[in-house]
């Protein structure tokens, strides 16, 4: 399940492939490999495409050497050619993950694809930022040592999400912490939050958090003005829940000098992974197939018409008496605080729908992720939590106690199988709806992006992920397809850190230190407003309401009405309180739909013009002289082909295959006249692509042309040379 990778070839050893899929569909497809080529690498590329592809045939090979950057690599999968995903093996050859240092490398699980994909499609999104307060003196070279001694423990501190046709996520062997420093008064707290939000978080560097100190050291020796924290992090490599986990490691680090005693954590980021690997989602599919929100439940916005900012951030708390009474009434009916807020939350937004009669509402949950059977979970710093949708019947008829053993029960049978992503059940769902299994696309087709009743062409969807047990990561320019697998309206999070198995606090307090616990600042979800439950340093509830995407409107209403109900449902009785009884106490006539303006758009974007998918580059220089096609990858522009093509010195006639608008690429016929192409070429990340296009020229009958591959930084001159010898052998005269 993990490779290693080591760092890519100096400048102008740049690798191409020359793949040739054989004249006849059982011949073993031979790679001639030009430029360096080590067995560490063709193993971690073999064991990648075994991540992707868990039903393709493990292929024997031998590696033919003719010198220093010349080899031929065979290989036999036992199997017809078809079967073994060729082109992919190609792009990971031809694209090493960049770095100076070897670096182990698992795939993204699904929910982190998605959770990349909409961070990409909306930066500064999924950023989460805690902040707590240190009295006493702070050691600044213990306090780093002690991060360091983290990030040496924790891999996913030193995990970073790689580029390329298959992007991965690689843990680094070596990584120094993010610690930075900044005397007392030289700055701001508020100037210094901000600066950290415009400054955002990018999960493709290392290390997965940074922390920034405010006062300490020797300028705060002594002093009655405590130190300020501040911990960043992204959602894709963390949830909150291992955020907490990782102060307690880090205080018991400083407790200790400075080190952690041990070696690094198990389980870790790459034993999740291969849980979930092995996990048969046949059971979970069918859960979901049914379980997921029906097309007819409502998903309203709750916010409130207001003038103020895009995004707004309003909070409330309970203290510790009312919070205990309404524990031990959520108990006295089988449920939790959490479960008591679902309900009152699913109130609410029938409500803001406008309903009169029963109505299904929709809105998203955050689970932990952490009830699963992989022993030692509940400590396992990864993003386990995911956003999963949850629907129930409001029906102002009923009893309160009826809508919570509803919500109750939902929540119990969903986790079973919270491990799933948002997108699966999305997928699920819809393959349910439409009564047939869903389609396994090539995984490194790129295509404009429809999902939802949303296209987006402005962003190329990454490749999609087959099931549970075969994640895959997502690209640099995330697709809008993925990022609409998260739900839209609303999510509920109840927060809750690990159980302190120790008094951490008290053996700081020893040393005349004391802490405050760490509060979260509030992350931008994909969701339009989002309400975030926590316990506070006495017991009491503290409920935080952020709101995006509306420049005129506000959560505030909303969490009040929510801290309202919460006040007063301890003293109500629940089996013969109905729902139409707590309406009531909110108002004595229904709320007003919010606009459509405050919700996530679905309108389509327009469609630019098509084009025609095969654009001539270059003409032949002579009759049947025959065609060069180059396939269009993801992220290059139309002016590198055109490039490629002035550069170009043979006969041939050079031709550029374009992204059509349904997303694939057209198999090549005799566009404009010309022959069949001789060569298919591509840069890293169009392998997949441009086997395909050969598989469908072998199947009507003809030889399949060879594949041409290399790294998108391979000079122009040299991919050329490399392309006029090829076609030459291709058997065309000159």
């Known amino acids: 399940m993990t490779a290693h990778h080591t760092s890519p070839p100096p400048p102008g ?26 067995g560490d690498r063709l193993e971690a590329a073999l064991d990648q495409v075994a991540v992707h592809h868990p039903d393709a045939p493990a292929p024997p090979h031998r590696i033919d050497r003719h010198g220093p950057a010349r080899h031929t690599l065979r290989l036999s999968a036992g199997a017809p050619g078809a079967a073994f995903p060729w082109g992919l093996l190609a792009d990971l050859l ?77 843990l680094h062997d070596d990584v120094d912490a993010d610690v930075l420093w900044l005397p ?57 829940f291992s955020a907490r986990l990782l102060v307690r ?62 995004t707004g951030r309003t909070e409330v708390r309970l203290d510790a008496a009312l919070t205990e009474r309404l524990t031990a009434w959520a108990a006295h009916w089988g449920s939790t605080e959490s479960g008591v807020l679902q309900t009152l939350w699913a109130v609410l937004l029938y409500r803001a729908s406008g309903a009169k009669g029963p109505a299904r509402v929709r809105f998203g949950v955050a689970v932990p992720g952490r009830g699963i059977t992989l022993e030692g979970a509940e400590r396992l710093p990864a993003p386990l939590r995911s956003p999963l949708p949850l629907s129930v019947e409001v029906d102002p008829r009923s009893t309160v106690a009826t809508l919570l053993t509803e919500v109750r029960d939902r929540i119990l049978d ?13 997928d699920w769902a819809e393959s349910s709806v439409a009564g047939s299994s869903p389609p396994v696309p090539s995984p490194s087709v790129s295509s404009p992006s429809v999902s939802s009743g949303t296209v987006s062409p402005a ?29 839209d309206g609303s999510l509920l999070v109840f927060e809750g850190g690990p159980r302190n198995v ?36 006495d017991g009491g509830l503290v409920l935080t309401a952020s709101h995006d995407r509306s420049p005129y409107a506000d959560a505030t209403k909303a969490l009040t009405d929510s801290a309202s109900l919460l006040t007063e449902v301890p003293y109500l009785a629940a089996d013969s309180t109905t729902v139409a009884d707590l309406l009531r106490l909110l108002s004595t006539a229904p709320a007003a739909p919010v606009p459509a303006a405050a919700g996530p758009s679905h309108a389509p974007v327009p469609e630019a013009p098509a084009e025609a998918p095969l654009a001539p580059l270059r003409p032949a220089t002579g009759p049947g002289a025959g065609t060069v096609c180059l396939v269009q990858t993801h992220g290059l522009p139309r002016a590198r082909y055109e490039r490629l093509a002035e550069t170009y010195r043979g006969p041939e006639s050079v031709v550029l295959l374009r992204t059509t608008a349904g997303g694939g690429h057209a198999a090549p016929g005799p566009p404009h006249d010309t022959d069949p192409p001789l060569v298919l070429a591509a840069f890293s990340g169009g392998g997949t692509a441009a086997c395909e296009i050969a598989r469908r020229i072998a199947t009507d009958g003809g030889r399949p042309p060879l594949v041409v591959l290399t790294g998108a930084t391979t000079d122009d001159a040299a991919f050329a040379r490399t392309l006029e010898s090829v076609a030459a052998r291709a058997g065309h005269p000159r």
């Open 414 to 426: 969903m986790t079973a199988y919270e491990w799933v992503s948002p997108g699966q059940i999305r």
């Open 249 to 310: 490691e880090f205080y018991r680090a400083y407790l200790a000098g400075g080190r952690l005693p041990g070696g690094e954590r198990r389980p870790d980021i790459r034993d999740y992974v291969r849980w979930l690997h092995r996990q048969d989602t046949a059971p979970a599919r069918d859960y979901w197939s049914h379980a997921a929100p029906r097309a007819d439940a409502v998903s309203p916005v709750p916010l409130t018409a207001a003038p103020g900012p895009t």
């Open 459 to 487: 962003a190329e969807s990454p490749p999609p992920v087959p099931s549970a047990s075969a994640p895959t990561a997502s690209t640099p320019a995330a697709s809008a397809a993925s990022a609409a697998a998260l739900p």
């Open 94 to 170: 031809t694209h090493p993950a960049a770095g100076a240092r070897a670096a182990r490398s698992v795939p993204p699980t699904t929910l982190q694809r998605e959770l990349l994909a909409d961070a990409d499609a909306h930066p500064g999104r999924h950023v989460e930022r805690l902040i707590w307060a240190w009295h006493g003196r702070l050691d600044l070279d213990r306090f780093r040592a002690s991060w360091q001694s983290v990030v040496d423990r924790e891999s996913v501190l030193r995990a970073a999400f790689g580029d390329g046709p298959e992007p991965l996520l690689l």
């Open 502 to 537: 120790d008094d951490l606090t008290a053996e700081l307090a020893a040393q005349g230190v004391r802490v405050g616990r760490p509060e979260p600042l509030g992350a931008r979800t994909a969701f339009p407003v989002t309400l975030v439950t926590r316990r506070d340093d």
């Open 184 to 240: 007392q008064g030289t700055v701001g707290w508020p100037d210094l939050v901000e600066h950290d939000l415009r400054r955002g978080l990018d999960p493709r560097l290392p290390p997965g958090l940074r922390v920034t100190v405010l006062g300490g050291g020797s300028a705060g020796r002594g002093g009655d003005t405590p130190s300020r924290v501040l911990l960043t992090y992204h959602h894709a490599l963390l949830d909150d």
């Open 13 to 38: 050893r740049d690798t191409t492939i020359v793949l040739d899929l054989g004249p006849a569909p059982h011949d073993d497809p031979a790679l001639e490999v030009h430029g360096p080529l080590d």
